[in-house]
Every structure is written in C-alpha cells, then in structure tokens.
C-alpha cells in the first residue's frame, strides 16, 4: 500500500479541495440569488453524489491494485525460493560426488536426488511457461486421443515418490479410459490439483485420486484432508497468483499458477471444475469431461 501512499494523499486533497470550492461557489450563488436556492441545493446533491461513487470506485481500484501488488511480490519470492532450493540440493550432490569416493548405493542415491530436484525445476518452469502462453493466447493446445489412465497413473506414482511418501496416497484409477486432449496440458492439470493436495494436507493424511468413466463423462477427483478452502474464496482460487490466506503471513510455498492453470485447461476441453468440502475437513476437487461435446 505505500506505493499508493503519495497518489491517494494527493487525490484526496484535491477532493477536499473540490467540496471547499462547492460549498463556497453555492454560497455566494446563494447570497447573491436566494430563490435559486433549491436548483444550486439539487445541482451540488447531484455533484457530491458523483463524487462519492467516484471516491467508491477509487477506492475498490486501489484496494484491488495493491492486493495484485503483494500477490506479485509473493509470487517472486515463492519462484525465487523454489528455484534455489534444489539448486542448492544439487550444487550440494555434485560436490559431494567430486570431493568422495562414495559407494555405488550411496552415489546412485544422491544422483536420484539430484533427479527428482530437477524435476521440481522442470515443473515449475513448466507451469510459468504454460501459464504465459495461456493469458497470451499463444498455446494451441494440440490435441490426440491418449490413454488418460496411463497418464493419471504415472504422475500419480511420482507424486508419491516426490512428497516422499508423507501422505497417505490412496487411489481407484479405472484402465483404460481414452481422451481426446492436449497431452502434456492435462499432465499440468493433474499435477496441479495432486501438488496442491499435498501441500495444504498435513504429514500422514490421506490424499485420494479417483479416475473412472460412466456413460460419456470422465471424473477425475482428488480429495484431501487438508485445511480446507473457505466458501469466500471459491472462485478466487482460480485467478492468477491468488492463494488463499493473507498475503503478508501465509506460510506455504507456492507460486498461485497452479489452479489458473488447472481451470484454463479444463475450459479447453470443455470440462468442469467443480470444488466441495471433504468430510470431516480438507477439500475435494472434481475434473468433470463431457465426451460429446
């Protein structure tokens, strides 16, 4: 908000300036012609309430500035914070096996390591990139009809591998379900909604994945036993750099590209996004895909 500090004293004082002319402009009117007293009482009514509804939307512009500011500047730091970290875990890996003689077991762990971090690397350039060229209108989404069970499995199982079996991954993947989809956009889709599970659920709970078809509709649900998301921020979530919770206390890693994302894409292939609680807490998030349309 101290961006805004010096435009919002200076636009103030030039409405306090404006109500001072007003009052003494239809003073003088007044003195000068008492019976035009109603018509200059109507006309100045008429200019402040102008006036207000602009102060409203002034101010509404402001608040809505200033949020989309800290959402950017937490969004550096979230990038900034999950690029260094595996860069440091690799730099790290690369030194040990340069300075120690390690045996085979140890350095084929530690270049694991090395692997999974780079893929975290990848993902999250990923994520920037596909967000860019969606806002951009730039990705064509080149579609082929894939096996959707063989993706939905293989990010599930590396999302197992990843959180390093702290959850309690649980899932019912129906075989064989077909889809006529941009591949590598509904790869993001999945691997947002799972990342995200993960992340706002607490060490140990269940993270449950759902892929099954009836008739013409594809569900693809993950349910969590998370914090849960408030009904005041639904349909935020789904706005670009938005997270839930305050800005300037949140704890949670993350960049707020990932359920733009995942409602983009969905919309592109004419799916539903659909949010609900988790029973007894955490939230459920339901991918719905017509196959007619």
Do not use: C
Not at 171 to 178: A, K, L, R, S, V
Not at 243 to 271: C, D, M, P, W, Y
Request: aromatic share 10%.
């Amino acid at each position: 908000m101290k961006r805004f500090k010096k435009p919002i004293t200076i636009f103030y004082f030039l409405v306090l300036y404006a109500l001072a002319e007003l009052t003494w402009w239809g003073y003088l009117l007044i003195a000068a012609n008492a019976k035009r007293m109603p018509m200059i009482l109507g006309e100045g009514s008429v200019f402040l309430i102008i006036l207000l509804v602009g102060i409203y939307f002034f101010q509404r512009t402001i608040k809505k500035e200033s949020e989309f500011h800290q959402q950017q500047q937490n969004f550096l730091l979230s990038v900034t914070h999950e690029l260094k970290s595996p860069l440091a875990a690799i730099k790290l890996v690369l030194q040990t096996l340069v300075k120690r003689d390690l045996t085979k077991d140890k350095r084929d762990q530690l270049i694991g390591n090395s692997i999974e971090d780079v893929g975290r690397l990848d993902d999250l350039v990923e994520n920037m990139l596909l967000a860019t060229r969606i806002e951009n209108n730039s990705y064509s989404y080149p579609k082929e009809l894939f096996d959707f069970s063989e993706l939905v499995k293989s990010i599930f199982d590396r999302a197992i591998i990843t959180s390093e079996n702290t959850r309690n991954f649980q899932q019912q993947i129906e075989d064989n379900i077909t889809i006529m989809g941009d591949r590598f956009a509904l790869g993001s889709l999945i691997n947002n909604i799972l990342e995200n599970a993960v992340k706002y659920s607490p060490v140990g709970a269940a993270v449950q994945v759902q892929l099954y078809q009836q008739s013409n509709r594809i569900f693809f649900i993950v349910a969590d036993q998370g914090v849960g998301i408030a009904d005041s921020e639904r349909q935020k979530i789904f706005q670009k750099f938005y997270r839930s919770g305050n800005e300037l206390t949140r704890q949670n890693k993350g960049t707020g590209l990932g359920l733009f994302i995942v409602e983009q894409v969905a919309k592109n292939h004419q799916a539903k996004v659909v949010v609900s609680n988790n029973q007894p807490k955490g939230t459920i998030f339901e991918i719905i895909f017509n196959l007619e349309q």
